[in-house]
């Protein structure tokens, strides 16, 4: 139960950082931006483009990540989708580029520093992020970062090199709130075997004194 409250905290989060993103005209990364951008090029509706495009990746965690992992992921992207569908409901704002870059990129690194953290993601480059890290150790957030600047490059037709400055500060914030606290996680699992081994130690010391 705490596990899956965590997870909607951390969708939560994440679907706040869209929606500053939004109201800065400012562009997403992941197979969301993805989707859009190639949304601007043929015409085709988002929804659908986005559902295709998720499905190789689905079917790669189904195989590399697990079921259970797949299922919490799809469950999460659906809570994201609801969650971010309330922005059609707010009233019509801007919000200046520097500020929905810092502000947005941080609270979607939150978000998804838990969603990491509890075995969950949202699709797309999320998953192969995870998997490159359980695989090879690689850093999640530099290849979240790597795949979104893609996404971005492919973007600047539509939105302009300033605001595509921009949306990479915002990614570039991301990234690095999910290495701090990946690197953060990490140092606290390698310090539980040390201190297990300290007390043991003091325990076996006490006795033979």
Not at 106 to 126: D, M, T, Y
């Amino acid at each position: 139960m705490k596990r899956w409250l965590l997870i909607f905290v951390g969708c939560f989060l994440a679907s706040l950082g869209v929606i500053v993103l939004t109201h800065s005209d400012l562009v997403t990364g992941g197979t969301a931006g993805l989707s859009l951008s190639i949304a601007y090029l043929t015409g085709l509706p988002f929804a659908i483009l986005f559902f295709l495009i998720n499905i190789p990746f689905y079917l790669f965690s189904i195989s590399r990540m697990g079921l259970s992992f797949t299922v919490t992921t799809i469950l999460s992207v659906s809570i994201l989708t609801l969650m971010t569908s309330v922005n059609t409901f707010l009233p019509d704002f801007s919000i200046p580029y520097w500020f929905g870059a810092l502000v947005g990129g941080v609270v979607i690194g939150l978000g998804l520093s838990l969603l990491f953290r509890h075995q969950a993601s949202l699709g797309g480059s999320n998953i192969l992020a995870l998997f490159l890290q359980k695989r090879f150790g690689f850093d999640p957030g530099k290849t979240n970062f790597l795949f979104d600047c893609v996404v971005v490059a492919s973007s600047l037709y539509a939105i302009g090199w300033v605001k595509g400055f921009f949306s990479v500060l915002s990614i570039a914030v991301t990234s690095k709130v999910i290495s701090y606290y990946k690197q953060g996680y990490v140092a606290k699992k390698s310090e539980q075997p040390v201190q297990r081994t300290i007390e043991l130690s003091s325990k076996k010391l006490s006795t033979d004194l």
